[in-house]
């Protein structure tokens, strides 16, 4: 059975909302991380305003919190998982938007442009990471299994890239510990956002009790994060 399976007819007044809300919070994650990572990698003027847009992820965190307990405590057996799951999403989402905000504020500890081969593989993961963002909230409006999975499988893909990574960087003596610090923190500002979008696929792709974990199909850790 899909996510949605369940639903039939009109949809209920909880999934409208959440459907919306959920769109709104991926939309601005997505423009917090491209800003944050631009600001970051390319060097580029910070000029979107983290902390508005945070503001509204955390303002529909808060709605939806309160719309699904007021819906379980008048109908607590109708999109029963779909409440529970809708708590996950919002929690994951509510994360990416804090990670936006990380993402810029790494710039301000370097010394230097970034610049070089060093940085290249984290402009490609971001790039990447993007399009995440994409099958994240498409996979969760259609309850489309297909595309939930495709996004745990890049998920794991790029976990194992960024630990490579990590490690490589650990071992550089060419650069200095504030080249290291700054793309460190930034790769693992990326793996945190990957694994939050990866969470969300996996309220689509498995049953509750298997969220945020590994399916056995997928590639990786047991645990997406």
Known sequence: MGFLDFITG???????????????????????????????FDNEVLDVNLNALDEEIN?????????????????????????LKLISIVHEAERIGDLGKSLAKIADLANHQRMGPLVEPLRDLRTRILKMFDLARDGFIAGDEALARELIREHAQIK?????????????????????????????????????????????ACPFDQIRRSPTWADGEKQLS
């Open 160 to 204: 194992e890239t960024i630990t490579r990574y990590i490690h490589d960087l650990s071992q550089n003596k060419t650069i200095s510990a504030n080249e290291a610090v700054v793309y460190a923190m930034g790769a693992r500002m990326l793996s945190r956002v990957s694994s939050h979008l990866a969470n969300i696929a996996s309220t689509v």
């Open 59 to 83: 303002q529909c965190e808060q709605d939806l919190r309160r719309v699904v307990l007021e819906h379980l405590n008048v109908d607590p057996n109708r999109e029963l998982i779909f409440s």
């Open 10 to 40: 009109d949809q209920p007044p909880l999934v409208k909302q959440a459907f919306n809300d959920v769109k709104r919070m991926l939309r601005n994650g997505h423009e917090m991380f491209a800003a944050g990572t631009a600001r970051l």
